[in-house]
């Protein structure tokens, strides 16, 4: 179970979710009706997640996702917004904000989206015990964590750098992201396989499943990778679906 500060200018939003939350086993540690309360609210409760609306007075949620994480860098964020503030929850995301939940919501929303960013934090927490644990305690030899994806909004077109390291409650919130990408309109998606070696037929599986539901919701959808294996093993998967990969992300024109 975790702790939870909740952010929202409705005072009825914020009845709604203490109410789906603290039946979950939550424990609410704080409320927050713009985002200059939400920054204080924050480093007097340190919660283990928040929720924050996008649109509020004083200081937007955007903004205060900049502050929180300025300050607070392993912060966990879960945006709640509109449909039509979508583009608005990507900027909040390319700023730290973990995943994102769309008006309405549903107890079943807002529990689902919560256990995904806790099971983020447990198997990021794991993998950093386990690299603590395989470099023997040699100081002064660690190098700075990758990443095992990331999502850039380059002039209008989604880059989603994908990597072998990516596990399951990383897929599941690409997945998410891919879900919530299908109202963008133009929409122009580009899947980039950053490390090219390591990745599992399930993962290409994944990947696939991405690139047909950007092709479905109208966008186009471009694959970049430098293996020549994974290359081959993709066109096998699908020929059609994998029919031009392009090596380099500055050959992409969409």
């Not at 937007?60 to 039509?84: C, F, Q, R, T």
């Not at 290359?231 to 380099?248: C, G, H, M, Q, V």
């Amino acid at each position: 179970m975790a702790t939870i500060l909740i952010v929202d200018d409705s005072i009825l939003m914020r009845r709604n979710l203490r109410m789906m939350l603290t039946e979950a086993g939550h424990e609410i540690v704080g409320e927050a009706s713009n985002g200059i309360e939400a920054y204080k609210e924050y480093v007097k409760t340190m919660p283990d997640i928040v929720t924050m609306d996008i649109t509020m007075p004083v200081m937007s949620g955007i903004d205060a996702v900049k502050k929180i994480i300025a300050s607070y860098p392993e912060a966990n964020i879960v945006m709640i917004s509109a449909l039509d503030q979508r583009s608005m929850v990507f900027d909040a995301i390319q700023n730290g904000a973990k995943h994102y939940i769309l008006k309405p919501i549903t107890a079943e929303k807002v529990l689902h989206t919560i256990n995904e960013v806790l099971h983020q934090e447990t198997a990021a927490e794991e993998a950093a015990a386990g690299r603590d644990s395989s470099a023997g305690g040699a100081a002064g030899t660690t190098a700075p964590a990758v990443p095992p994806f990331e999502i850039t909004n380059k002039n209008g077109v989604f880059v989603v750098a994908l990597r072998p390291s990516i596990g399951p409650a990383e897929w599941d919130a690409i997945g998410g992201a891919v879900a919530g990408f299908q109202y963008i309109k133009p929409l122009k998606v580009v899947f980039h396989f950053a490390e090219p070696e390591g990745f599992d037929d399930e993962a290409l599986s994944r990947v696939a499943g991405f690139v047909k539901l950007v092709l479905n919701a109208g966008g186009a959808a471009r694959t970049v990778s430098a293996g020549k294996v994974l290359n081959a093993r993709l066109k096998t998967l699908d020929p059609d679906l994998f029919s031009t990969i392009y090596t380099e992300l500055s050959q992409i024109v969409i």
